[in-house]
């Protein structure tokens, strides 16, 4: 059952008590002069807010497609495939703030905690407290009926990939098509998150906490037969036949590749030193660990790349007890993501905890005999490292495709509905190119929500039942040292056409830009205050 909340505005006082009886009945002790003196005070899930007509209470939609679901890397966030509904498991909530980002109703931040709360429709009660507290039945609950499509696709299914498109594509041709059948081919031997490896880097999860999802997920809730630990080696689709590295070959009806990416590596004298790592799969986590705990006293940890994951890494080196330099050739850190002026708040907050920044500059050698001892960077200057980190992007795995018919780019060439250029073949996640909403041109993405939804589009589309991602949205939420940062569309309007900007807010702790193009907003960024992102981005993704 998937029980939503319906508001009248017509009947609302105003009076509030829907938000005293939510936060009462989400506190430890369920009671009002208890929970006033609960160590953390509990938080209200539905809000009463002005919106343009009147009054609106925020609370969650129990959306049939839900957004926050589809953004949540750590697997908190659960949209169940039988019945639809929305759950959140804030034990396994890491405060990336990724739902927050988009969903302007039923996500409130919960900082002292990192981590979330949402309107769960009281799903421990009979009745919602928000509505048995109502005096005017301005708030009531009811169930709406099941309106998803359904298929009677019955054919062979398979998907190659387990990360966030390859698990969402087995979510959505099974919600669409019960009857078919389906295959998963992956080499990971369960679904970890990638986005959790700096969170179990920096020990604030261990390796096994990264699952986002229950390790017989995909066969008992999802009839998929799993081929673990196996790599897909040839495709031959005029007999609609795939080859695996084993030398088996599986036939298909439906292919879905989601084969992702990998961290692109250096190419300059050096980058095959031991203790130069990447961090993009679990090996990588072991690898890296081992080595931190092999190292001397005292040692330096060299990042090259600013964006995310380098980012992530520096605070999760630092955490470890490492002195840690970032190298980003870019004019400022998370150039793909902030302005300059966001950038320079960024490296200001880095330095403050004790990182080293060089931006605007590359590292052309790793110095050492049989393993890392420095950096050396084109202006000459010798950064000594006991490890090195390389986070300057990720590369598509497409190159076993090649030859086959498909049309590749960077990546593999799709629409938004996952179709490539060949008939009854698929593809979505990090080894696909999509439209770019705002320029139309095809572009690779590389962050968890676009990959799931691309996934749950390419899923849907292959049995029958069309369904169309919102493309390679740029989107991305990043939290580093308690500050949160989160960027929507594009935020440098030098790149688009007739773009003017606006900056409602500049002052010490908090910026906000606005990009518009044609009356239409086109991006926003929100560093340090980061309320009312998900109304931002809902209007961008329009």
Known sequence: MRPVLVFNRDHCLACRSCELACSVAHSESDALEAAIAEEFPPTRRVVLAAAADGLEALRCEQCLEPLCAFACKSGALRRDPATGR????????????????????????????????????????????????????ALSAHTPPDERMRSDFEGQVVVVGSSAAGTAACEAARERAPACSITMVTADSSLYSRPLLSYALAGRLQPEQTDWRARDYLEHELGVHVLGGRKASRLEPDVGALMLDNGDELGFERLILATGARAAGLSIPGANLAGVFALRDA??????????????????AVVLGGGNVGLQACEAFLERGLRVTVVVASVHLLSQMVDAEAGRRLADLFRAHGVEVRTGRDAVEVVGGTRVEAVRLDNGELLPADLVLVAKGIVPNVEWLRGTGIRIGRGISVDLCGRTSLPGIFAAGDCAEAPDPLTGRLSLSGIWPVAYEMGR?????????ERASAGALRMNASRFFGESIISVGEVRPERLQGARTEIPVNRNGAYRKLVYQNGRLAGALLYGDITGAGSYYREYRK
């Open 86 to 137: 929305v759950t959140l498991d804030d034990a396994r909530c890491v405060g990336c703030y990724m739902c927050l980002m988009v969903c302007p109703f039923g996500i409130r931040p919960d900082p002292a905690r990192r981590r979330v709360v949402r309107c769960d429709v009281c799903q421990d009660r009979a009745i919602p407290a928000c509505v048995e507290a109502c005096p005017t039945g």
């Open 283 to 300: 090996e990588d986590l072991a690898a890296i660990s081992d080595w931190c705990g092999k190292m001397s006293p005292t040692p330096h």
């Open 457 to 465: 589009a390419a899923g849907s589309t292959a049995v029958g039942i």
